[in-house]
């Protein structure tokens, strides 16, 4: 007589006790390949050699966490105390990227009761730019949505060209 093994059936309950004993990265959920954060010890993905220089991509998540949240910005410039009530934080950045950085989808924990702000309109023509998620060009004070800031920037490369073409004055 052989004996036989009896199968066990594994069950929802079983997939999620198993899970709930695997660190997994606080963001995107994944299981391998994880780092704790420097500034809030949560689990993350160790993914910052994914990432291209000047892709702009949102696709570490350990980049992410790092460059686009309050906690982040909190470490990196070694502010003292907590993230959530750092008054050098707040004076540092303006309202409008304050309340992204808090609240996000780079976050363990988002902001609570984030600042009302005016949103940041063209100076060109007017359309709300969320300085956040789009492109946009800054020239001093002035924001300018992506169509009207190229529109400027090649009103200013034209003007460069024709100012280095005039003869020098004799000295």
Known sequence: MTSKKKKRNITAADRQAKSKNQSRCGLCGKTTNLTKTECCGNWICDDEDQYVMFSYARNSCSRNHRRYTLCGYHHVEGHAGDWKDCPQCREDIETEMYVYY?????????LENPPDYEPTKCSKCGVVIRL???????SGDEYWCEACG???????IRRTKASSRRPKGRG
Do not use: H, L, R, S
């Not at 956040?132 to 800054?138: I, K």
């Open 102 to 110: 808090g609240t996000n989808e780079y976050n363990f924990e988002k």
């Open 132 to 138: 956040g998620t789009e492109g946009f060009t800054q």
């Open 150 to 156: 190229a529109k400027e920037m090649e009103k200013i």
